[in-house]
């Protein structure tokens, strides 16, 4: 007999689910939680400590809990739990039922599974405490939670999914991860008009910078405040533009099109959204930098095509401005991605449609031979001259596949060196990364890559050449 009631478990801290959602600001604060299947309540209670309306129901440790509508329900590894198909998708349709925003749906993924003490038993495993585990790949649970919904879910991360209840909440979400932070133009000349109402005109300068056209008057706290002085927005704007500078905003107004590029190139996946179900402010931004959905899709669709040709990959990866570039791949630490060519963030977005972020990811790693985007964790990547891999998941293009692999507590783990070539060239510590790597290449410490790339070859190199590291200081004994 299936024992369910085991597979729950007492946490220090929140579940995987529910800080994926805190960190995708997916929780707002006023949002009333309900945790479907809450176990033993950790959940609830952490999030009640912080503010929130939580409250739960669990079948063996919480039957008498609230089971009503909320805003956010959590099903946290619940699915995976159930033996049998249908009532696992009943679970699934009444939380579903449940929802008014936004469902989180957590499963354990095959490239958790480790075949040790497991049973087979109708399409998953009992495990030597009688419990039951089915393991999804993830397209495999993207389009189960679509078929029982008939929503289009987003990945969240691996094995984590949000289903919304409004296509616009989905959209702005999803377009929201393509949008760049820019800094706003800096003042250039001195202007009377401008000075007497710079507070005024702020709110359209922030406006203009995160969008890249000009707002409608419902669009900005001030609209109609800024039209009864200036006459129009566009007028208020053109004072703007004479302080800043004309070059400024065409470059924001670029990038931000570049950005909704990217949107709406990967917007393919699982389908491209009607226009009628985008946000208004999306709407508005495709009007106004792209004239008509039609001409943003056909746009769009281009750049798709042109990330799945590896030969305008690898013609890509040869000519971005950074990243450390190896024979088969190019890899760039995370915080540039958004800074590589649009067909490049194009290629890495059909990755993250399906796996959604990879927390702790530092590293990404993309393939210019064969369809494959690998993340990389390196936790000590800013604090360590030569830190250690702790994981990587591989996300196969063709298969759809995701391998995830652990070195955390290997004894030889693979380990990074030149690490200013994976960072933007503004990235802060790079000159100290530099200057490491001109003092070891000056004493010969990189002359044979192939024996010091896992950490045991490394710290051997380092002792034939009688040095040792001090931070990012080379110190010889």
Same mark, same amino acid.
């Given at each position: ?77 619940? @699915? ?24 989180? @749906? ?34 495999? #649970? ?130 491209? +959204? ?67 060519? +649009? ?43 030569? +830190? ?24 030889? +783990? ?47 190199? #380092? ?10 200081? #080379?110190?010889?004994?």
């Amino acid at each position: 007999m299936i024992a369910r009631d085991r597979t729950a478990i007492r946490r220090n801290d929140l579940s995987r689910p529910i800080r994926t959602a805190l960190r995708d600001g997916a929780l707002a604060a006023n949002a009333e939680v309900l945790d479907y299947g809450c176990g033993h309540g950790d959940d609830i209670r952490f999030l009640a400590e912080a503010g929130f309306n939580a409250f739960g129901w669990d079948p063996a440790h919480r039957p008498d809990g609230l089971r009503r509508n909320a805003d956010v329900v959590n099903l946290g590894y619940v @699915v995976n739990v159930v033996e049998d198909p249908q009532e696992r998708a009943d679970a699934l349709r009444s939380a579903w039922q449940l929802t008014g925003c936004l469902l989180i @749906v957590a499963a354990r993924l095959k490239s958790d599974l480790v075949l040790k003490d497991f049973e087979l038993l109708e399409d998953g495993y009992v495990t030597r405490l009688q419990t039951f585990q089915k393991f999804f790949e993830q397209q495999e #649970l993207r389009d189960w939670i679509e078929s029982v919904t008939g929503e289009p879910p987003v990945a969240a991360a691996p094995g984590i999914f949000y289903v919304f209840r409004e296509a616009s909440d989905r959209e702005q979400f999803v377009a929201a991860r393509y949008r760049r932070t820019i800094a706003a133009p800096r003042i250039r000349i001195s202007d009377r008009l401008f000075e007497q109402h710079e507070a005024q005109l702020q709110t359209l300068l922030t406006f203009m910078t995160e969008r890249g056209r000009l707002p409608e008057t419902d669009e900005i706290s001030n609209g109609e405040e800024l039209t009864g002085i200036f006459g129009s927005l566009r007028r208020a704007f053109q004072v703007v533009r004479r302080v800043t500078g004309e070059e400024q905003w065409a470059a924001i107004a670029e990038e931000r099109r570049s950005d909704l590029l990217v949107y709406v190139a990967l917007g393919r996946f699982p389908r491209r +959204p009607a226009f009628q179900s985008l946000p208004r402010d999306l709407q508005r931004d495709i009007k106004a930098l792209f004239k008509t959905y039609k001409s943003a899709s056909t746009a769009g669709d281009a750049l798709l095509f042109e990330a799945g040709n590896m030969a305008r990959v690898n013609a890509a990866c040869s000519d971005s401005a950074f990243g450390k570039l190896m024979p088969t791949a190019l890899y760039v630490h995370v915080t540039g991605l958004s800074r590589l060519a +649009p067909v490049l963030r194009v290629y890495e977005g059909c990755a993250r449609v399906l796996t959604g972020d990879v927390a702790g990811a530092t590293v990404i790693k993309l393939r210019r031979d064969e369809p494959k985007i690998s993340y990389l964790g390196y936790p000590e990547f800013d604090t360590l001259a030569h +830190p250690p891999l702790e994981f990587s998941v591989r996300v196969d293009l063709r298969s759809f596949n995701i391998k995830n692999r652990q070195f955390k507590d290997s004894d030889n +783990p693979p380990v990074l060196h030149r690490k200013e070539l994976f960072v933007p060239e503004d990235y802060p510590g790079r000159e100290v990364f530099d200057a490491l790597t001109k003092t070891e290449v000056g004493l010969g410490l990189l002359d044979e890559s192939q024996d010091i790339g896992l950490q045991r070859q490394w710290d051997e190199t #380092l002792l034939r050449k009688g040095v040792r590291l001090s931070g990012h200081n #080379l110190i010889r004994d």
